[in-house]
C-alpha cells in the first residue's frame, strides 16, 4: 500500500460522499471515494490513502466498525488516520468506534462548512505523531541493532536472554548461550585492513543466520527459540532457547564452525577463517544473563587456547583458570619495572666446526608474587593482551646487549637467535625498531637471528614479505621455529628470504620411535639443503636422536643432552669454557 496525498471516502450514501468530496476540494484535498466498507478495503489496498472518512451506518455489507477494524489489519492500515461519520451519538457506538481503531468521530449531520478543516488538523495531528514514531524506531533501532551487521546488539541479546531465562525457569526447560569469537581476526584487519574486516563480520552474520535457519529442524519452532547478536568487535551470540539436552547446542556449534570455515571470497581474495565456540547451559553453568554470557566467554577463551576452530563447553574449573590468568595478567604488566623478568641461554652445537656457536635466548619470569612462571604460560597471555610488544622489545635489547658483551670477552658467536611473537612482529614499525636496537646496542646484524613460528607466516603473503625483506635488509639472519608443526606452504617459502629452519622438538623426540618422524626429519633437512638453508634440530635429548641428526647431516643441534637453557653467568662459563 502507498502512502498517498488522497483521502479515501467510504459512505454508502452518494450524495454525503459528493458533499464531502467537494468540502474537501474546498481546503485544496483530493479524494477518491467508495460506496462500501469491503469497496473501501479493496481501494486501500490498491491506492493507498492519507486519511480515511468512514460512515458507521452501512446496511448492505460490512459497517464501519467492522471496515475499520480490517483496515487496521493491513500492512500499512496501522497508521493511518480515519474519521468516523456518525449518527450514532450514544456513548456505546463512541466507545465501539475507538475501539475498532478510529482516530477522531464526528456526528451526522456533518457540518460540511467545517469539515475541511477539521480533516485537515487530523492530517496535521497524524503527520507528526507518525514522524515522532518513525524517530522512536530509529531510536530504538540504533539502541538494540548493529549498525555493520543489521544483527541485535548486546544490549537487545541481554533484555532477550533474561525473558527467556525467566520463561525457561518457569517451563523448567534447558537453554544454551553460545559464545563464538572469529580466529585471527584482528590479524585481518591489521594486515588486510577495516574494510576487509567489516566484510568479514557481514559475511559472518549472514551465515550464522543460515546455519540458525538449518537448526530450526532441532528446535520446536517458533520465533523466539533462537536469536542471534552481534556483541561487538568479532564477539557473537546465538541463544539456543529450547534444547532438550546439552548435546543439542554441540550440534548447533558444530553446525556454525563448519559453515564459517567455508572460504570468504572478497575482491578476489580467498580468505580463510576459523572460529572457537564456548557454550553454557541454563541452568547447569548459571541461572543468570551475566553468568550465562561470562561462562560461554570464559568456555571460548578456552577453546581457542586449546588451539582455536572448535567448540567447548563450560565447566567449574575454568573459573579457577580464569582467576588465575587475571593475577598472572596484573603481574605481567609490572614484571619489566620490577626487573622480574630474566633471559636464559641455551647454547646450540655446530654439528661441522663441533662448537657451540649459537645461543637461543629464552625469556624467564621470576614474579614476586607468584613464584617462576613458564613462558609456555605467560607468552600466550601476554600476546593477547598485546603486553608482548614490550616484553618483546625488552628481550632484543638484553639479547643483543648480551651478545655485545660476550664478544667483547671473546667468545666467538656466530648466531644469538630470539623468539619473536607474530604480533610482535606484525606490529607497525618492528623493522624499525630492530634496527634502532641494533644501532643503540653496536650489535652486528649478522650475528642476529630472528625465530618466526610458521603461524606467523600464513597470513597476507604480500604484507609478510615486505616485512621479512625490510629485516634482511638490515642484515639479519632470519629463522623458521618449530618447523614442520605449521601450514606453511613451500612455494610460499621460496620467496621469503629465510636463512635457517628449525626442526620441531616433537619430531626429533620421536625420531626413534616410529620411521615416519625418521622420514620427515630427513625430508625437513634434504628440503632445507635444496633450499639453501641451514638446519638446526631443537629438543635433542638422547645419543640416538645426536647420531641420528649427525648423520642426517643436520648442521646444528640444541637440547637438553647437549645443555638446558642457562642464566647469562653460566652460559659464560659454559661458551668461555669450550672456546
Ligand atoms: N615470543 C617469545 N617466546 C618465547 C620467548 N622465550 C621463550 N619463548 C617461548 O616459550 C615457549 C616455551 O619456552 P621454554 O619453556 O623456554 O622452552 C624452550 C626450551 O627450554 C625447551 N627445550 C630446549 N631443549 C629441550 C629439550 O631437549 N627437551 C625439551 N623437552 N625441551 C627443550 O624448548 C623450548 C624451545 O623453544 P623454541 O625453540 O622457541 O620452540 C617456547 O615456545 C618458546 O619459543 C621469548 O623471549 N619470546
Partial sequence: MQDQTHLLIIDDDAMIRLLVVRALQAVGLQSIEAGSGEEGLRMLAQHGASAILLDVVMPNGMDGFDTCAALRQLPDGQHIPVLMMTGLEDLDSINRAFEAGATDFITKPVN?????????????????????????????????????????????????????????????????????????????????????????????????????????????????????????????????????????????????????????????????????????????????????????????????????????????????????????????????????????????????????????????????????????????????TGIIISIGEWVLRQACIQAVSWLKQGISLTHMAVNVSSIQFLNKGFSTLVASILAETQLNPQLLELELTESTLIFDEGAILIILQSLNALGIKLAIDDFGTGYSSLSRLKNFPINRLKIDQSFVRDIEEGAENAAIVVAIIAMAESMKMNVTAEGVETAAQLNFLKDKRCHEIQGYLLSRPLPATKAEIFLKNQS
Wanted: aromatic share 8%; glycine share 6%; charged share 25%.
Fill in 112 to 384: 460540511i462548512a467545517l469539515l475541511g478543516h477539521r480533516v485537515r488538523y487530523m492530517l496535521r495531528a497524524s503527520h507528526t505523531t507518525r514522524r515522532l514514531l518513525e524517530s522512536e524506531q530509529r531510536l530504538h533501532h540504533m539502541a538494540y541493532f548493529d549498525n555493520l551487521t543489521n544483527l541485535p546488539n548486546r544490549q537487545f541479546f541481554r533484555e532477550h536472554l533474561h525473558i527467556m531465562i525467566a520463561l525457561a525457569k518457569r517451563q523448567e526447560r534447558k537453554l544454551a548461550v553460545l559464545f563464538l569469537d572469529l580466529d585471527g581476526f584482528k590479524r585481518i584487519n591489521d594486515t588486510l585492513g577495516h574494510h576487509v574486516g567489516d566484510l568479514v563480520l557481514q559475511e559472518t552474520g549472514k551465515r550464522l543466520q543460515k546455519s540458525l535457519r538449518a537448526s530450526d529442524l532441532l528446535m520446536r519452532p517458533g520465533k523466539d527459540e533462537i536469536s542471534l547478536a552481534r556483541l561487538g568487535g568479532d564477539e557473537f551470540t546465538v541463544l539456543l532457547s529450547t534444547i532438550e539436552r546439552n548435546e543439542d547446542a554441540a550440534t548447533v556449534a558444530e553446525r556454525i564452525r563448519l559453515n564459517l570455515m567455508r572460504p570468504f571470497i572478497f575482491e578476489d581474495q580467498e580468505l580463510y577463517m576459523a572460529t572457537s565456540i564456548g557454550i553454557a547451559i541454563f541452568p547447569d553453568d548459571g541461572t543468570e544473563e551475566e553468568a550465562l554470557l561470562k561462562n560461554a566467554d570464559l568456555a571460548m577463551y578456552h577453546a581457542k587456547r586449546g588451539g582455536g576452530n572448535r567448540y567447548q563447553y563450560f565447566s567449574t574449573n575454568m573459573t579457577e583458570l580464569a582467576l588465575r590468568r587475571l593475577s598472572l595478567e596484573n603481574n605481567l604488566h609490572r614484571a619489566i619495572e620490577r626487573n622480574e623478568l630474566a633471559l636464559h641461554y641455551q647454547p646450540i652445537l655446530n654439528i661441522k666446526t663441533g662448537k657451540f656457536s649459537g645461543v637461543e635466548a629464552l625469556l624467564r619470569w621470576n614474579s614476586e608474587e607468584l613464584g617462576c612462571i613458564s613462558p609456555a604460560e605467560f607468552i600466550p597471555l601476554a600476546e593477547e
